[in-house]
């Protein structure tokens, strides 16, 4: 069993549409794959039809936007409800928010390149969440960068005078609505340094508010980040998960490249209910 719970499509700021994604998953030789696209469910109708002609087992998910005193937190949850009031406005609200801050980042980059918010709206005209991948986009087609690699090191990063944050729920809120609305939450890439590292603390914290798991196979891990995580999973009966966090071409990681064990994915499976 080959089980990869995290990825995106064009509903957020991946390369593929859902459907597309469900099909380079059964090539990669995938049998359970998530889409779990930023802030929005926008995609699941989609996946779960192609997913079901393809033979796979689809995870509908939302990788929701969180922080903790400021700093940016992802939390992936997997099976929430899509009717849930509380957890889709939740969402909702972040989206909103995300429009609003891409208008800004744009207004600043529209000072010194000839970018315009139509380029970046034609960049994001499929998605429901708008992200800085978008911005990159528009960026690589003014050919003021290559790549959105380059984007996020030159001109997109938190460091970057062009940056600004968005609107995103605190960590321990969003705990609560996921779990209301049945979600099972996991910690997505706690140990990417430099992005989305949580502490030892934070983490011993959202374990007794319901958090469930922590993704500690991803390819923004370090070897000492996977030692550190897999301590603190086990001293917290944390579930440990991995995933590729696929973005179709929008990224390097490749859909299989980290896997979530089929004993991992039934304790998941057990607290969904
Ligand atoms: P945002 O959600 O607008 O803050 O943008 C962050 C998103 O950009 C994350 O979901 C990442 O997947 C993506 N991202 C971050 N760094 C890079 C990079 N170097 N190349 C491509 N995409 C990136
Ligand atoms: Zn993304
Ligand atoms: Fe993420
Ligand atoms: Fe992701």
Excluded at 6 to 31: F, I, Q
Excluded at 46 to 67: I, K, M, T
Excluded at 71 to 78: A, D, Q, T
Excluded at 161 to 189: K, W
């Amino acid at each position: 069993m080959r089980i990869d719970p995290h990825t995106h499509s064009t509903a957020s700021d991946g390369t593929e549409s859902p459907a597309e994604v469900m099909r380079s998953a059964a090539e990669a030789g995938l049998d359970v794959i998530g889409l779990s696209d930023h802030d929005t469910t926008q995609g699941w109708p989609e996946a779960a039809v192609e997913a079901a002609d393809l033979g796979l087992e689809f995870v509908p998910g939302v990788e929701v936007s969180c922080q903790r005193a400021g700093r940016s937190i992802h939390l992936l949850v997997l099976w929430p409800s899509g009717e849930d009031p509380d957890f889709l406005a939740m969402i909702e609200r972040t989206r909103v928010a995300r429009v609003d801050r891409a208008r800004q980042i744009v207004a600043l980059l529209s000072e010194d390149y000839e970018l315009d918010w139509d380029r970046v709206a034609l960049r994001a005209e499929n998605a429901e969440t708008i992200g800085r991948p978008h911005i990159a986009d528009a960026l690589v087609d003014i050919g003021a960068v290559s790549d959105r690699d380059e984007a996020f090191v030159s001109l997109l990063g938190t460091h970057s005078p062009y940056y600004r944050p968005h609107y995103a729920p605190e960590i321990a809120d969003a705990l609560a609505v996921v779990r209301a609305a049945g979600g099972v939450p996991i910690l997505a890439h706690p140990g990417a340094e430099g992005r989305t590292l949580v502490s030892d603390d934070v983490i011993t914290d959202l374990a007794a508010r319901g958090l469930v798991g922590l993704e500690i196979d991803h390819r923004d891990h370090s070897e000492a980040q996977k030692a550190r995580l897999a301590g603190l999973a086990q001293r917290l009966r944390l579930i440990r998960t991995g995933a590729s966090d696929y973005h179709g071409s929008g990224k390097k990681n490749r859909l299989g490249e980290n896997l979530t064990s089929p004993e991992a994915f039934e304790a998941l499976r057990e607290v969904r209910g």
